[in-house]
């Protein structure tokens, strides 16, 4: 029964999947340079300082999480659904380990966040460009894993 529902809405949770996802990473990208402006550009207790840790606060808690938590949900229900991933495959385990670190990356910004609210921060400008460079590469291994599947 829930196979056979899986299967129906196979393109609606992959149609969410990929809006989650493109949401997802559209902040992904865009916090890491809010971060280096900030470092940048605003003394700590600055009204500069406010604004900054008040965008970066709502781009991560009104649209980061919410769209990596149904990314991971849509992503789980595509996981279920019969037929959508060879086990026996490498280029998943691949994916799953990229989606980990991308993850992981989310959990590191919260940290930075939480930094600068704090008045903590101790990371320049440049810490923060090559750290943007992060989601890049990942979202790079995970398309590659799910399009072309090379192993």
């Given amino acids: 029964m829930i196979a056979e529902l899986l299967s129906w809405a196979y393109p609606w949770i992959k149609v969410g999947h990929l809006v ?3 949401s997802w990473m559209a902040g992904m990208f865009y916090l890491p340079r809010l971060f280096v402006y900030h470092a940048e550009r605003a003394a700590v207790g600055s009204e500069l300082d406010e604004t900054f840790q008040i965008m970066e606060r709502k781009l ?5 999480n919410p769209a990596m938590i149904s990314t991971w949900v849509f992503g789980l229900l595509l996981m279920a659904t019969p037929g959508v991933v060879d086990w026996a495959s490498a280029w998943f385990y691949i994916k799953l380990v990229a989606v980990l670190g991308m993850s992981a990356a989310h959990g590191w910004m919260a940290g930075r966040i939480r930094a600068f609210a704090d008045g903590t ?3 320049p400008g440049r810490h923060y460009r090559i750290m943007n460079e992060v989601p890049t590469i990942l979202m790079l291994i995970i398309v590659v894993m799910v399009v072309v599947r090379p192993f």
């Fill in 121 to 123: 921060n101790d990371k």
């Fill in 20 to 22: 989650s996802l493109i």
């Fill in 60 to 64: 991560y808690k009104l649209i980061m």
